[in-house]
Nanobody, 114 residues
Framework: QVQVAESGGGLVQPGGSLRLSCAVS????????MGWYRQTPGKERERVAL???????DYGDSVKGRFTISRDNAEETVSLQMTSLKPDDTAVYFC????????WGQGTQVTVSS
């Protein structure tokens, strides 16, 4: 079954760090451009970061220099290391294939608050 499952969210203070993980099944992450996205209530889903099959990464302007996307081909996971977190980063975070998406997972909630 083709699916993605996100984990690693939580409550963190401003300036803190979190590492999100996305486990996939039914396909191999090395064969697809993978992305992390986030969504807050009432807003459209926003693309946060992409990593292509060659390992090249691209980031949204709001997270450049703070977030790092990576891929573990052996473990079939995609991670998002988030540092210098801000309250505006509060959202539900999702991962998916960037250009041929599968059913969206439940996401993982990230809350940045003091």
């Amino acid at each position: 079954q083709v699916q993605v499952a996100e984990s690693g969210g939580g409550l963190v203070q401003p300036g803190g760090s979190l590492r999100l993980s996305c486990a996939v099944s039914g396909f191999t992450v090395r064969s697809y451009t993978m992305g992390w996205y986030r969504q807050t209530p009432g807003k459209e889903r926003e693309r946060v970061a992409l990593i292509d099959i060659n390992g090249n990464a691209d980031y949204g302007d709001s997270v450049k220099g703070r977030f790092t996307i990576s891929r573990d081909n052996a473990e079939e996971t995609v991670s998002l290391q988030m540092t210098s977190l801000k309250p505006d980063d509060t959202a539900v975070y999702f991962c998916n294939r960037a250009y041929s998406s599968v059913t969206w997972g439940q996401g993982t909630q990230v809350t940045v608050s003091s």
